[in-house]
């Protein structure tokens, strides 16, 4: 088995498939939610010293209300939403590891206090940091008829949750290989195997997914 069932949504979607390829691996693309620009009000730039990005997708949708802090330190997860967070406009990028926790860290060694964190709608709590939602992820699609057949990657804890939702019945069917353990963990039990990225990166994962389709029973 070499054919992997991608759910993320577009572009990332895409930019898996691009890596899958790569490795010789099938990638079957069936995005699981669409993303989209909310209206929103940025606060006064005078109580934030510094920007956190969690996600690609807030560099990618904040618009015109970012211009306020794009003089700022910005602490990004992740190389991706590092690059996207420069072609937004923000000029001293600070690469963080791809956890939000080890993000919120490395600001606060640095001496940031008084931070933004611009999110999705739906996003874990960075309590006491202030959070304002940029974009929503909305769900759309469906499983293609012959999903089973594929090896499933899920990027997300809220992708996880969907994905066995639409499974229902059929999850001991499904082999998943997860991008970290709480994704796993929403995907819950009875799923024929379960694998867990080394790393809670896009790479990882599709290093984990060859070496699991390498290994599969054909």
Request: net charge positive.
């Amino acid at each position: 088995m070499s054919r992997i069932l991608i759910l993320r949504p577009q572009p990332g979607a895409d930019e898996s498939a691009a890596r899958a390829r790569a490795m010789g691996l099938e990638p079957v693309v069936a995005p699981l939610f669409t993303i989209r620009a909310l209206d929103w009000t940025p606060p006064a730039p005078s109580g934030v010293d510094a920007v956190l990005l969690t996600s690609a997708n807030a560099a990618r949708h904040g618009g015109d209300g970012m211009t306020p802090f794009l003089a700022m330190p910005c602490y990004a997860v992740g190389e991706r939403t590092a690059r996207e967070a420069s072609r937004a406009g923000f000029a001293d990028v600070r690469t963080g590891p791809s956890d939000a926790a080890a993000l919120l860290a490395l600001a606060r060694q640095d001496g940031a206090r008084s931070l933004l964190h611009l999110c999705g709608r739906d996003h874990l709590d960075l309590a006491p940091v202030a959070s304002v939602a940029v974009y929503a992820a909305d769900p759309s699609g469906t499983l293609p008829p012959d999903a089973s057949r594929a090896l499933v990657l899920l990027h997300s804890p809220r992708a996880a949750a969907r994905f066995a939702m639409l499974a229902g019945e059929r999850r001991g069917a499904f082999r998943i290989a997860a991008i970290s353990a709480q994704t796993a963990a929403a995907a819950g039990r009875g799923w024929k195997s379960v694998a867990i990225a080394e790393a809670p990166r896009d790479q990882a994962l599709l290093e984990l997914a060859a070496k699991l389709c390498q290994t599969a029973p054909r």
